[in-house]
């Protein structure tokens, strides 16, 4: 991997294989080492993990329980990582929240 790879994932996605919480480990890693190489405080990065966790599990919905980490064949401490994701993702700075009430189906 590269020295400015923030997270060593090759997306082999065999940690996501029975995911309890049915979360994209090897996409959110993607996004968040193209975050990493931007500067500034918006990045279309943002606006990919917003779309993926719609459809999927956010990094923050990980219980913990490392059934990613047994499957990882690089060892990485995904739920660790997962946690960074999530602060970077997350934390309101870099896209805003959107809520969608009062929609009836």
Known sequence: M????AVACTACA??????????PIPQYFALYNNIMRTTGSFSSQA???NNLSLAHGKASDCIGCRQC????PQHLPITDHLKAVAA???GGN??????????TR
């Not at 996501?16 to 979360?23: D, Q």
């Not at 980490?69 to 990882?72: G, K, P, Y």
């Not at 870099?94 to 929609?103: A, H």
Request: glycine share 6%; proline share 6%; aromatic share 20%.
């Open 14 to 23: 065999y940690c996501t294989r029975g995911c309890p919480k049915n979360i």
């Open 2 to 5: 590269f020295s400015n790879t």
């Open 88 to 90: 970077k993702f997350e």
């Open 47 to 49: 606006v990919y993990y």
């Open 69 to 72: 980490e047994r499957a990882c």
């Open 94 to 103: 870099n896209f805003p929240t959107i809520s969608f009430t009062g929609i």
